[in-house]
């Protein structure tokens, strides 16, 4: 027998062995209905228990239908399992009334669940009635994160869509190695602080080959994130990608080592931004690359806000004390639906340091657009204004 036949035959049993050791836990098994009308919350935990307790691979497995879920928190700190992939072909509906859980933190939550992975789904926060009341003025709960993970390791979100979350659509807090890939994530453009990806306090986690559209940020980076990689992102409607914002608290880690390349943004509110609070503190950016950017129509395509206080509330007259440096931005072209398409408004007190602008092309209308840098130095190839701008 050939080195390839044994070769075959040993990979099939593999296979075949792996698929024998990887138990399935259906959540209809444990009394999950799909008529998206009785609270499965319950049903959803016992199958989490149940794949926790096994000392092999698991899978929790949900059927096509809708399962309403109340809340539920799936905690991992004490599961034997070591690898539990949950493979959803349904559909996850939230309460419908915005009161029942608008003043939870979060909706769906994995609570330190190291190497879990979800694969497909969707996570529906049906939350157009709070966005309602919060738009009329009324006083409203704050909303619930629709999709999040907390204290994990070794996560991969794949396939999965998230959409019309009471606010954030994925939270990542708090944990490393995590993958997200072919995400989807949908909500109305003017749908009230609905980030599409929210990330802080966490290393080593990748965006890739994701279509975002929401009301507010579609990525949205706090305080305390290291080596992170974000590509092929189709951005829109939103407020784009932003890096904070940053600097409320005098005491706070900064963001580092991130990449974020070959983005479309259409329509967007902004591109690319970094967002400081205009008050003291130990924050910082550094370390950052947008590269192989396309901005179709977009209001702010780069933008640097250190000044940022609304209502000049808890910062009037202060500078930020967050430092940025080594900020590049290379080969971005499109079109502004402002003139001034490069506004790089940095810090009084800490002035931007090691700013790169290469290779970008931003047009408004039919002409040139405009650039525009305070307290910002580094250097400039591109349109002409931006020769004058560092």
């Known amino acids: 027998m050939s080195h390839l036949a044994i070769f075959s035959l040993l990979f099939i049993f593999l296979f075949n062995f792996s698929l024998a050791t ?74 419908s009334d915005y009161n029942v859980i608008g003043n939870e933190g979060s909706w769906i939550k994995f609570e330190k669940a190291n190497g879990v992975s979800i694969f497909g789904g969707t996570f529906d926060g049906q939350g157009a009635s709070l966005w309602s009341c919060k738009t009329s003025g009324k006083n409203c709960p704050k909303g619930t994160t629709a999709l999040a993970f907390y204290n994990s390791n070794n996560v991969v979100i794949s396939g999965v869509t998230a959409q019309n979350s009471q606010m954030f659509h994925i939270l990542v807090d708090g944990c490393h190695n995590v993958k997200l890939q072919g995400v989807k994530v949908s909500s109305p453009g003017n749908s009230p602080n609905t980030d599409g990806i929210h990330i802080q306090s966490s290393s ?29 992102i189709a951005c829109g409607p939103g407020h784009g990608i932003s890096i904070g914002s940053l600097g409320w608290e005098s ?5 580092q080592n991130v990449t974020v390349k070959t983005v479309t943004f259409t329509g967007t509110e902004n591109g690319v931004r970094v967002k400081t609070w205009a008050r003291p503190s130990s924050s910082f950016v550094r370390a950052v690359l ?17 000044n ?37 408004n940095c810090s009084k007190t800490n002035p931007c340091t ?32 931006l020769s004058h701008c560092l």
């Open 290 to 306: 947008f590269q192989h950017i396309v901005m179709a129509n977009v209001q702010n395509p780069i933008i640097i806000d250190q």
């Open 22 to 95: 990887n138990t399935i836990y259906n959540v209809q098994n444990y009394g999950a209905k799909s008529n998206g009308q009785t609270d499965s919350s319950n049903a959803f935990l016992s199958a989490w228990k149940a794949a926790c307790a096994s000392t092999s691979p698991a899978t929790i497995y949900v059927p096509r239908g809708n399962y309403l879920i109340r809340s539920a928190e799936f905690n991992g700190e004490t599961c034997k399992s070591k690898a539990i992939i949950v493979r959803i072909d349904g559909t996850l509906l939230a309460p």
């Open 204 to 232: 080593g986690v990748s965006i890739m080959n994701s279509r975002i559209g929401t009301g507010d940020d579609c990525i949205s980076i706090g305080p305390g994130n290291s080596n992170l990689w974000i590509e092929g």
């Open 251 to 255: 005491q706070e880690q900064g963001v």
């Open 308 to 344: 940022y206080c609304p209502n000049h509330e808890s910062c009037p007259h202060q500078g930020s004390g967050v430092k940025i440096s080594d900020v590049t931005y290379q080969d971005i072209h499109g079109t502004s639906s402002t003139e001034v398409a490069v506004k790089l």
């Open 354 to 385: 090691g700013i790169t602008l290469d290779d970008v092309n931003l047009s408004y209308k039919d002409g040139r657009a405009e650039a525009s840098c305070v307290n910002a130095g580094g250097r400039a190839s591109g349109f002409e204004e």
